[in-house]
């Protein structure tokens, strides 16, 4: 026994107690700094006992859904699965998470580890996991003020998986995404490609705010021959420098419903679950190509998706007052445009609450809203209620984009009221919110009872 890891294991566990008595938090962090203090190597030691092994997931967008997808399916095989389920990716997090689930005697009583990890902590988060499958969904401009451009993260990523120190680890990458594609090409092992293969839900042309526009190798632009969400989609250099990766596992002939379910079809076998937008396609088949790396049947893999239940804030519903509410995290230009787009066109949403705040979590610079399609909600929105700490600057981004809003409210109570006030019974209403935004508006309904908190779902 490992008395320096004993002590770091209940040391953390007991803040996590204390955290979470006292209200001041779920326990998804602080406990993993208290244990790092006493045993910087806990995390590498906790995942060892790991019967199975570990996955790791990263990317921009769809983190959360795609790992609670993957876990869903190996808990479906009997296996017991230890994750960050709230969402706290930062290795802190991931460290806590762990905690949560060792024994008294400090070790960790699981055949699975499923970690979300953020972009820019991934190198730090191989290095001690040891990861037996890594996956990439995406990568999007995102909280500049804390990544830097996409390049940069690309270069952190790719040296993370070219220095695995297993042998037998496997990468899950997305071939639909130029600067994913361009660090699996430079591997030294071929990594499995996912991608969209069905022209009917593409666009001809890449929105005004995409990232990943030019040849890594010798910048010229990329020719797109499909568009699927941001930059995703079908890809060719016109000097035959760099191409779209084919793909070992696609998803065909897809059916999107709003945001109440997706259907598509990969390896000849219909998968559908209660998950909308086109986005959430591409997490379905980054969960599957991962699982079928892990060796799992794919009949397995569509049944055990039936059941699959979305996490708080990610197309989460809760009813209030009559109200039908949906809350959709909604961080970056990508991801904001492809919520919008759901809520506009497939779920025919009328009545919306958009919050914006500018916390660490969420990024500390806010001018990435001009890039946003605002410019949808005028073809329908009958209600738009602008919220957060940021909210005026949401107002005057709304204002340019000839949508009339309500007054903006910086208070999550205040909020909540002006909803009830602007809507009736039987409303269904969109919240399309920042991270610590879409927290603070969930904390507010479940002080009134209409939600639990999040780190109960």
Known sequence: MNARKTAAVLAGKATGALSRVTRRGGGTTLPGDVARAIDPRILTRLTGDLTQGSVVITGTNGKT???????????????????????????????????????????????????????????????????????????????????????????????????????????????????????????????????????AVAARQLPHAADARTCPRCGSSLIFDAVYVGHDGVYRCPNNDFERPIPDITASNITLDGFDSIAMTIKDTRIALPLGGLYNVYNVLAAYATACALNLDPTYIAERMKTFKAAFGRQERIDMRGRHLILVLSKNPAGFNETLRTAVDLANGTSFVIGLND?????????????????????????????????????????????????????????????????????????????????????????RGWAKPYWET
Not at 162 to 178: E, G, K, M, W
Not at 410 to 422: N, Q, R
Not at 432 to 438: D, E, G, K, R, S
Request: negative net charge; hydrophobic residues 40%.
């Open 65 to 199: 859904t795609t790992s609670r997808l993957i876990t869903h399916l190996l808990e479906g095989t009997g296996k017991k699965v230890v994750s960050n389920r709230a969402g706290a990716n930062l290795i802190f997090g991931v460290t806590a998470a762990a905690l949560d689930r060792a024994g008294a005697d400090g070790k960790l009583r699981a055949d699975w580890g499923v970690f979300e990890i953020d972009e820019a902590s991934l190198p730090r988060a191989t290095r001690e996991i040891r990861p037996k499958a890594t996956l990439v969904l995406n990568l999007f401009r995102d909280q500049l003020d804390r990544y830097g451009e996409l390049e940069s993260i690309a270069r952190k990523i790719e040296k993370a998986l070219s220095t695995q120190s297993t042998d037998d680890a496997r990468v899950i990458l997305n071939a639909d995404d130029p600067r994913v594609a361009e660090i699996g090409l430079n591997l030294p092992n071929k990594p499995t490609w996912f991608g969209i293969d069905d022209e």
């Open 359 to 447: 916390r660490k979590a969420d990024g500390t610079d806010v001018s990435w809203i001009w890039d946003v399609d605002f410019e949808q909600l005028a073809r329908k929105a009958r209600l738009v209620i602008p919220a957060g700490n940021r909210a005026p600057d949401l107002a005057v981004r709304l204002k340019y984009a000839g949508i009339p809003a309500e007054k903006p409210q910086t208070d999550p109570a205040k909020t909540i009221d002006a909803l009830i006030d602007h809507t009736k019974e039987g409303d269904t209403v969109h919240l399309l919110c920042t991270y610590t935004a879409m927290l603070d508006l969930r904390a507010e309904l479940a002080t």
